[in-house]
Structures are given as structure tokens and as C-alpha cells.
């Protein structure tokens, strides 16, 4: 009779608990699937659409920090900054080390001219991923936009320490270069964004223009208010150039220098327009930065 008793009580158990976790698998499925539908939503720009599959998704699981994640990327990409930040900080409070999240909500705050609290998520996200290039570019571009170069140009360098090949981040150092008016670094800079095939934007040597190189995977501002100027750097070195030029025909003039060709001996007239055409244009090229 007990044997019966507690045969009957363990199937009971046994039914219970297998119940709870089909349910459970079932809730699973269900929360992905939502999910699932949402970021191919999101991927056809259709945000108020993706946004009901999350909250579906926030349906079947309340705790869901993919759900949430989801959710604050869907408002960050329809421009609503506010309920961005609002789901990407539940995200947060239910996976504290979900670095997308703190990646995500940077942008936002980056967006939103709050550099403070941009830096702040940045630097949590090297704390959880230290071998994250992306959260040091991220760093490199809000120090920039608030005017400490210095710190950019380290975060620029250190995000290239960890990924070599990073040619935004060559791109972005080199208008930070160009700003503190080091032509030769931010030369270099181009020159290797350029190898590993990316094409740089007119530079402006201007903190209001920052980078082309703010536009990076689907997480970075892309900043297209800069006004575009020639091209400083190579403008830097022609002046250099022609001015080197117009003072070599200085010096033959106050010290008429005898130059021969073959057997034709040139004029000193001539050694004026060589004097002054290069001056013209290095005065002109060098206005023109």
C-alpha cells in the first residue's frame, strides 16, 4: 500500500517537474523566435515592428537582457535616444556584464552630447573585454569631441595596439594629428588607413568636423555636418616645397650664383620668377590650409 502510495507520488513529481520543463523549453523557443524576428526587422529598417517582437519577447521572459538589449538598439536606430538608454540600462541591471549594452548605450550618450557618461561606458566595457579596440575608438572619438586630443591620440594608439589592421582608428589619429598641426605623424596615419584600403576624407584640421571615421560597424555615430577644405596635408608639403624653391633662388640672387646647363648659362632674370612664382604659391597653399 505505501509502495503504491509513494510510486504514485514520485510519477506525480516526475510529471511536474518534466511539465515545467517543456514549459520552460517552450518559453525559450518562444523568447528566441521573437527575438529572431525582430533583429531581421530591425535589419529592413522596420523599427516600429521590430520593436512588438521584442516586447513580445519581454513578455514570455520578463529577465530577458537580450530582449531589453534588443530593444534599446531598435530605439537607438529609430533615433529615439531617450528609450534607448532606458532599455539598454535594463539590459544592464539584469546582465551587469553585458558589454554590447554598455558598448550600445556609449553611442547613445555620444549622440546625445553626454561625452561624461559616453566615456564612463566605455571604460566599462575595457573593464569587462580589456581586448576591446572598438570601445578604445570610441574613447579616442568622444575625447576628441571634447577638445582633449592628447587622450584621444592614447585611446586611438591603444585601439590599434589591439587590432593592427583598425584603419579607422589610423584615420581618426591622423585628423587628431592634423589638429595639433603634426603633419608628418598624421601623414603616416594616412598613408596606412589608406594601405589597408581605406580612403580617407578631406582632412580639416577643425574640432567642429571631427572624422568620417566616426562611422563604425552599427554602433558609432557617423558625423556629416564637417565642412570639407583641400586637403592639408599634401598642401602642407607642396608649400614646403615651393618655398624651398623660391629661397634657393634667393640665395643665387644675393650671391649671383652662376648656374650653367650644358654650355647655356642661366640669367639672373630668371632666378626672380623662380624667386617669386614659388613664394606666390607657398603663401597661397599655406593660406589655403
Known amino acids: 500500500m505505501y509502495r503504491l502510495k509513494g510510486a504514485i507520488i514520485i510519477s506525480m513529481v516526475a510529471i511536474a517537474i518534466l511539465s515545467l520543463a517543456v514549459c520552460n523549453g517552450y518559453a525559450q523557443s518562444a523568447e528566441e523566435d521573437y527575438i529572431k524576428k525582430g533583429a531581421d526587422l530591425v535589419r529592413h529598417n522596420k523599427f516600429d515592428e521590430a520593436i ?44 551587469p556584464a553585458l558589454a554590447d549594452a554598455y558598448y550600445n548605450r556609449a553611442f547613445v550618450y555620444y549622440k546625445k552630447g553626454d561625452f561624461d557618461s559616453a566615456i564612463s561606458d566605455y571604460n ?10 572598438d570601445a578604445h575608438y570610441g574613447l579616442g572619438l568622444t575625447y576628441s ?49 589608406q594601405a589597408l584600403g581605406f580612403r580617407s576624407r578631406r582632412l580639416k584640421g577643425s574640432l567642429s568636423g571631427l572624422t568620417n571615421a566616426e562611422e563604425i560597424s552599427t554602433n558609432l555615430p557617423a558625423n556629416g555636418s ?26 643665387r640672387l644675393i650671391f649671383r650664383a652662376r648656374i650653367t646647363v650644358e654650355k647655356f648659362s642661366v640669367p ?22
Do not use: C
Open 52 to 95: 512588438k517582437e521584442f516586447n513580445n519577447a519581454v513578455a514570455v521572459n520578463p529577465k530577458s537582457s537580450a530582449a531589453y538589449y534588443n530593444l534599446g538598439f531598435a530605439y537607438d536606430k529609430k533615433e529615439d535616444l531617450k528609450n534607448a538608454i532606458v532599455y539598454f540600462s535594463k539590459a544592464i541591471e539584469i546582465d
Open 226 to 251: 564637417a565642412q570639407e577644405k583641400p586637403a592639408q596635408i599634401p598642401l602642407a608639403v607642396a608649400g614646403v616645397f615651393f618655398l624651398l624653391v623660391s629661397i634657393m633662388h634667393l640665395l
Open 145 to 193: 569631441k571634447k577638445g582633449d586630443l592628447n587622450k584621444a591620440i592614447s585611446e586611438y594608439t591603444a585601439a590599434i595596439k589591439t587590432r593592427p589592421n583598425f584603419a579607422l582608428a589610423y584615420d581618426a589619429r591622423a585628423v587628431a594629428y592634423v589638429t595639433k598641426k603634426n603633419y608628418l605623424a598624421a601623414m603616416s596615419d594616412v598613408n596606412k588607413a
Open 124 to 133: 566599462k566595457v575595457i573593464e569587462i573585454s580589456p581586448a576591446s579596440a
Open 268 to 289: 639672373l632674370w630668371l632666378s626672380v620668377i623662380g624667386f617669386l612664382v614659388p613664394l606666390f604659391l607657398a603663401v597661397w597653399m599655406f593660406k589655403s590650409i
